[in-house]
């Protein structure tokens, strides 16, 4: 019994580690340019014409990746 009791608490902690495991980036400003940058190149060879093609790579990409507001000037 000792032993549930001793994991219970474990089990329980690891519950918002798994739901938090989403990508979840925060960058430095100049970091978050490079990234942006790449992924716009990216995305526009996929789709020269920028329509929604474009705009739904970019956002794939981008997904979960933020600016650290700290870095900025």
């Known amino acids: 019994m000792r032993s549930v009791l001793w994991i219970l608490p474990v089990l329980m902690a690891t ?3 798994c739901a ?4 979840e980036i925060y960058l430095s400003m100049k970091e978050f340019d490079q ?3 790449r992924a716009h190149s990216e995305c526009a060879n996929v789709d020269l014409e ?3 093609g ?3 790579c970019l956002d794939r990409k ?3 990746i933020y600016i650290d507001t700290s870095t900025i000037k």
Do not use: E, L, N
């Open 20 to 23: 938090a495991d989403q990508k």
């Open 15 to 17: 519950v918002p580690v």
């Open 50 to 52: 920028f329509s929604q």
């Open 54 to 56: 474009f705009y739904d």
């Open 35 to 37: 990234t942006i940058d």
């Open 62 to 64: 981008m997904q979960g």
